[in-house]
């Protein structure tokens, strides 16, 4: 019998998000399928539309796996290029407790 208490994976984001960024970020997101991921996004400084998109894609994939897929921390360059085009990324937040 498989133990579901499987450590959650940690992914890294690169600084630039765009085009170029985008098969590598695919890749690097496949490659965790099939665990809890939790992403860290605080070093993106550039992020552009397709990688946005990738991102989404990922965190539906993850929903529909049983998964948890969590941003611990996002920068105020990829927050506001996800407001600008409108995504909800509400729910893929690391919940804080307050102590």
């Known amino acids: ?10 992914l890294s984001l ?6 170029n960024a985008a098969g590598s970020l695919q890749g690097k997101l496949l490659a965790a399928r099939g665990s809890d991921l939790v992403i860290d996004a605080s070093g993106v400084e550039r992020a ?3 990688c946005i998109q ?9 929903e529909e796996d049983n ?3 969590t941003f611990s921390q996002m920068s ?6 996800m407001q600008l085009s409108g995504v909800n ?11």
């Open 1 to 10: 019998m498989k133990g579901k208490a499987a450590a959650a994976k940690t």
């Open 14 to 19: 690169d600084t630039v998000l765009d085009l």
């Open 76 to 81: 105020d360059a990829l927050t506001k290029t």
């Open 89 to 99: 990324y509400d729910h893929m937040l690391a919940k804080e407790s307050n102590s």
């Open 54 to 62: 990738v991102l989404m894609s990922a965190s539906k994939t993850w």
């Open 67 to 69: 998964h948890s897929l």
């Open 48 to 50: 552009g539309a397709l």
